[in-house]
């Protein structure tokens, strides 16, 4: 990863109730993660946020009406994105239609409902098991990468047995998230010093594998809220052009 980069990818895990209530979690979500995020990208044009599924944004809209047309140019912008399927299901318990819907009411309601707006990477973090169909599924949807975890750490080609694929993604053990927020908590000489033995881990699996040194580093844990890491991230920047 000498002259390569690397990507912070901040998030907000949600369950449509874990903390506490449906009503509660909604409010929440809405009012301490989705307007904060939209406020710090009006004032840092650099700044990125991600939500995971579409009940999220429907949610939003109905409340926030107003702040339609913010939302669709954050999404333009490829600065506020929302993930490609209605929900996190678990695809065991799900029946095939079930999972069909997912799109249906994920990137199919995002491109008739948000002009200009498109999403082909679908989240599903924190579910026990995966279904052999989902790739199909999604690859038949136009949805062609797939964000997880709780699997062994890297990129792959995951296939259905028709032959579908998406490119998956995982970081690893779904702690990881977690601990990734203390790596950037201080300044950018701490966070490097925290990061770059994770780095040296990955760097050879990229290597054998012709991958491109772009290395994801994912900061999401149960309704964690939006901070701005601009300084920490300007001053390894800055150290990085020494």
Known sequence: FRNGTIHIIQSSHQDIAWMDTPEYCRTERIEDIIIPA???MREDPNFTFEMEQTLNLMEFL???PERRDEVIERYKEGRFVWGATYNQPYEGLASGEQLVRQAYYGRKWIRENLPGCDD???NNVDVPGRTMQMPQILAKSGIRNLFVSRMR???YDWYSPDGSSVLTYTPGNYGWATLMWKFFEKDAVTAFERLHPRSRLWSDYFRSRHIPPHY????S???TKPV???PVIDEWNRIAEL
């Open 228 to 230: 701005n890491f601009a």
């Open 216 to 219: 994801a580093v994912l900061m």
């Open 38 to 40: 939209l406020d710090i």
């Open 62 to 64: 109905e409340a926030h």
């Open 221 to 223: 844990c149960d309704a």
């Open 153 to 155: 750490e890297g990129l």
């Open 120 to 122: 082909r990477t679908a």
